[in-house]
T-cell receptor, first 111, second 119 residues
Framework: GQNIDQPTEMTATEGAIVQINCTYQTSGFNGLFWYQQHAGEAPTFLSYNVLDGLEEKGRFSSFLSRSKGYSYLLLKELQMKDSASYLCAVRVLPGTDKLIFGTGTRLQVFP | GAVVSQHPSWVICKSGTSVKIECRSL??????MFWYRQFPKQSLMLMAT?????????EQGVEKDKFLINHASLTLSTLTVTSAHPEDSSFYIC???????????????FGPGTRLLVL
């Protein structure tokens, strides 16, 4: 089966840094995506990793280690609007966009 | 950026009725769209892959006769929940595959979702 695990909930303070981890065991791997989802809304694309290493995009960075089946999303200079769920998703097969989503991590940012 | 719309944004219906949800790509053509279902506080579960001009591919455990998918054009896919029951109440989200030159070679952009409540 396909397994993608994330912590269920996290809390952090405005201005701080938070790291959301994602571990995966899937039948194949062709890229890992991070999405942000505010309550009652659709997910929005944040980042994509297919090679090992760190991808930086403004306040958000995402890291991938394929040998360890591990990724993290790093959020810096947290703002209240960053309170949302963060979904890790793995593209399982090459040549298709079928995504398997993790359980999601609900992040709450406090003032 | 790519824009995907869904209609309606929410619907309440009686048990036993059928409900149709539309997913449109507004500024691009999408040969492939995906339909997901999300229960409260849970992640997205892929229901089916919708391919323009051919039959949809359903995930294991999803009844194709209950969730009818029609991808009639390059900009429109519809999901019909037939004979809806209260357990079908959920948040239904579609996405479209996009070739993104600036980011990953292919990615998905999501519609705003449709909240279905079956009484």
């Amino acid at each position: 089966g396909q397994n993608i695990d994330q912590p269920t909930e996290m809390t952090a303070t405005e201005g701080a840094i938070v790291q959301i981890n994602c571990t995966y065991q899937t039948s194949g791997f062709n890229g890992l995506f991070w999405y942000q989802q505010h309550a009652g809304e659709a997910p929005t694309f944040l980042s994509y990793n297919v090679l090992d290493g760190l991808e930086e995009k403004g306040r958000f960075s995402s890291f991938l280690s394929r040998s360890k089946g591990y990724s993290y999303l790093l959020l810096k200079e947290l703002q209240m609007k960053d309170s949302a769920s963060y979904l890790c998703a793995v593209r399982v097969l090459p040549g298709t966009d079928k995504l398997i989503f993790g359980t999601g991590t609900r992040l709450q940012v406090f003032p | 950026g790519a824009v995907v719309s869904q209609h309606p944004s929410w619907v309440i219906c009686k048990s036993g009725t059928s409900v149709k949800i539309e997913c449109r790509s507004l500024d691009f053509q999408a040969t492939t769209m995906f339909w997901y279902r999300q229960f409260p506080k849970q992640s997205l579960m892929l229901m089916a892959t919708s391919n323009e001009g051919s039959k949809a591919t359903y995930e294991q455990g999803v009844e194709k006769d209950k969730f009818l998918i029609n991808h009639a054009s390059l900009t429109l896919s519809t999901l019909t929940v037939t004979s809806a029951h209260p357990e079908d109440s959920s948040f239904y989200i579609c996405s479209a595959r996009v070739w993104d030159r600036e980011g990953p070679r292919e990615t998905q952009y999501f519609g705003p979702g449709t909240r279905l409540l079956v009484l």
